[in-house]
């Protein structure tokens, strides 16, 4: 059979600030180990029993315009080839998503069993992932639509659940009803019964039954992402729907779209079906799962950075740079990043979003961005700050290029720390070397180059009356931007 990979990468992940911003998500934060959480999603499938998979696909992302490169980036890190990258114009849910994901996968003429995996889950037993998918992939490539259902191990009211229907046969069984987030007493009803378990939004879907059943659902979202999928753009490695339809789409998520209505009031269709998944599963929804599923110590903490603690018992503390010491404290986290520092009681962890609203109503730019900032070329990172000056520190990835600009507002004076830059000034390009410095006249057409085999690194000091990042006029980039 063919298995075709597919990652759900849109979302912002509010919950998870001040680590998590817009701009650079949680599912690119390396929360549960040394790789990011994408990265260790995309990995997953690798070692699939080939007695069940005929071949295994390079993996489709759908994600976000604004971290295309970050996401393609992460894959070359790790090794991964994408089979497509989907780049959804605005954020319409998972229904959507997955549909333009359907198109895809079908637009060279193949049916692939797609399985569907958001990029923010951790799933710590992948052996018992992988048997779990080689369980569902004869059942979808049979036509039925399958999802995993997490096996609960408490009365959580934060997942909505599955009720298990007529057993299928090794493990799997049919889906008797999707019931939603329940209160604590049914919550603990459900985890009694043995008949429930968490529903994850994790799925294995053919890609023609999926669109067979949107037409059959939601024909308007079906027909709205197919004009867009028709009026396509191919950009580098990027695949851009038409924004104007795409906009135009209802926002649904796959479970209300589909699955909900296939097994409404416990009609048993036969179509939709569910395979157990033990394998210490999170989604990583809020800092306290973090520290539910992180190593903890004698004292019940988890710690990540520089950290020291004195008489601090059932925390999680989280450094990024700097030494954070906790003294007589108890049930808390603390996240540090270099622009933001959160403290909050880890049973409220949850209100985070208020954080979140507040800074957002207030137009604060700790929503959006670090104050490390990555581009498709490097990063820069700004390191000081006063009236009418900024001072940044910035890293050109070799072979990495600037667009050729102007600023209206400021001048620049960049000083190589290391490495080699190309420096188009104006009419004229030279080579700045370590130690050298140049300047950068207000209005002056300028672009940045590290033509050599190693990082270059930079201190660029700016001066002006306006210093935001929107005052660029760009005249050629070759990131499309």
């Given at each position: 059979?063919?298995?075709?990979?597919?990652?759900?990468?849109?979302?912002?992940?509010?919950?998870?600030?001040?680590?998590?911003?817009?701009?650079?998500?949680?599912?690119?934060?390396?929360?549960?180990?040394?790789?990011?959480?994408?990265?260790?999603?995309?990995?997953?499938?690798?070692?699939?029993?080939?007695?069940?998979?005929?071949?295994?696909?390079?993996?489709?992302?759908?994600?976000?315009?604004?971290?295309?490169?970050?996401?393609?980036?992460?894959?070359?890190q790790v090794g991964v080839a994408h089979g497509g990258m989907l780049l959804e114009p605005c954020g319409r849910?998972?229904?959507?998503?997955?549909?333009?994901?359907?198109?895809?996968?079908?637009?060279?003429?193949d049916d692939p069993v797609l399985v569907?995996?958001?990029?923010?889950?951790v799933i710590q037993d992948e052996a018992a992932f992988r048997a779990a998918v080689a369980l569902a992939v004869p059942l979808a490539d049979a036509g039925k639509l399958v999802?995993?259902?997490?096996?609960?191990?408490?009365?959580?009211?934060?997942?909505?659940?599955i009720r298990v229907g007529q057993a299928l046969g090794e493990g799997a069984s049919l889906v008797e009803q999707f019931v939603e987030k329940p209160d604590q007493a049914t919550a603990q009803g459900y985890l009694d019964s043995g008949r429930y378990l968490w529903n994850g939004g994790i799925f294995v879907i053919k890609a023609s039954v999926w669109l067979a059943k949107m037409a059959q659902c939601r024909p308007d979202i079906l027909a709205a992402c197919e004009a867009a999928f028709a009026g396509r753009q191919q950009d580098m490695d990027f695949v851009r729907p038409d924004k104007a339809a795409f906009a135009a789409c209802p926002s649904e998520s796959i479970d209300y779209a589909v699955m909900e209505p296939l097994t409404a009031a416990g009609r048993n269709s036969g179509e939709v079906a569910v395979v157990p998944l033990d394998a210490r599963w999170s989604d990583v929804g809020a800092w306290s799962a973090l520290w539910e599923i992180g190593d903890k110590d004698a004292a019940g903490n988890v710690f990540k950075g520089d950290v020291l603690a004195v008489d601090t018992e059932n925390s999680l503390v989280l450094t990024s740079g700097r030494l954070v010491a906790t003294v007589g404290l108890q049930d808390v986290v603390v996240v540090e990043t270099p622009d933001a520092i959160l403290v909050a009681d880890r049973k409220q962890i949850q209100k985070v979003k208020e954080v979140v609203g507040q800074l957002k109503a207030a137009g604060r730019s700790e929503t959006n961005a670090h104050r490390k900032v990555h581009r498709p070329w490097g990063w820069y990172d700004s390191i000081d700050c006063g009236a009418r000056f900024q001072v940044k520190r910035i890293v050109v990835n070799p072979g990495g290029v600037l667009s050729l600009q102007m600023h209206h507002h400021r001048a620049e004076h960049w000083i190589v720390v290391s490495g080699t830059a190309r420096v188009t000034r104006g009419e004229e390009t030279f080579l700045v070397s370590e130690n050298e410095s140049t300047y950068i006249p207000l209005g002056t057409t300028h672009r940045l180059e590290n033509p050599g085999k190693l990082p270059l690194e930079m201190i660029e000091v700016q001066s002006g009356s306006y210093l935001g990042e929107d005052d660029i006029v760009r005249f050629e980039d070759r990131y499309g931007r």
């Open positions: 059979m063919n298995v075709q990979p597919l990652i759900l990468c849109g979302g912002s992940g509010t919950r998870m600030w001040p680590l998590s911003r817009e701009q650079y998500p949680k599912q690119l934060l390396n929360l549960a180990g040394e790789l990011s959480m994408l990265q260790a999603t995309a990995l997953r499938l690798q070692g699939l029993p080939l007695s069940t998979v005929d071949r295994l696909n390079s993996p489709i992302l759908i994600g976000n315009e604004e971290y295309r490169f970050l996401m393609a980036e992460q894959l070359r849910n998972t229904a959507p998503a997955l549909t333009l994901g359907a198109l895809l996968a079908r637009a060279g003429g569907i995996m958001p990029a923010d889950h999802t995993f259902g997490i096996c609960p191990t408490a009365p959580e009211t934060g997942y909505g659940y």
